[in-house]
């Protein structure tokens, strides 16, 4: 493919990916990456799998800002928003917390029905004692839910 098509970064990024998931072949993929991202820099996606090849080679600091950097390209990226979200909320402090809180928010604004989201907003909420604003939670996911039959 990237013969065919040596200006086309998803072709490098899939050639990323493929030794991303093979066995041992892992520092091949950063190269294949890098060339996709030369490519295209603002590609969230190919961002997104380079973030995770810094993952798996334990630098998340190196990951965590290919992810922050990606919002400026594609503020509504779910897929980012979610990873930043997860990285915020294992620190402990209050600035992380909030940027946790502000992620998840922009998720739901983008995906109201993900339910995965809104428990992980509730539970943010319930953790600083923020009760009224969990329950209002509680009850939009109630609102998703269709009404099950009581049998």
């Known amino acids: 493919m990237t013969v065919l098509a040596p200006q086309e970064p998803l072709g490098f990024a899939n050639l990323g990916l493929t030794?991303?998931?093979?066995e041992g072949q892992l520092h091949k993929s950063e190269k294949w990456l890098e060339k996709a991202l030369d490519l295209n820099q603002k590609h969230p996606e190919i961002r997104m799998l380079l973030a995770l090849y810094y993952e798996l080679n334990n630098q998340d600091s190196l990951?965590?800002?290919i992810l922050k950097k990606t919002i400026k390209y594609s503020p509504n990226h779910v897929k980012t928003l979610?990873?930043?979200t997860e990285y915020y909320l294992k620190e402990n402090d209050l600035n992380s917390k909030k940027n946790?809180?502000?992620y998840l928010k922009n998720i739901i604004k983008i995906i109201p029905a993900n339910i995965v989201v809104?428990?992980?907003l509730i539970?943010?909420?319930l953790n600083e004692n923020k009760?009224?604003?969990a329950l209002k939670g509680l009850n939009k996911i109630s609102q998703i839910f269709p009404k099950l039959p009581e049998n």
Do not use: V
């Not at 030794?19 to 093979?22: D, E, G, I, N, T």
């Open 123 to 125: 539970e943010i909420l």
């Open 131 to 133: 009760i009224s604003d």
């Open 118 to 120: 809104q428990l992980d």
């Open 82 to 84: 979610y990873k930043l």
């Open 63 to 65: 990951a965590f800002n």
């Open 19 to 22: 030794y991303l998931k093979s």
């Open 100 to 102: 946790a809180q502000l």
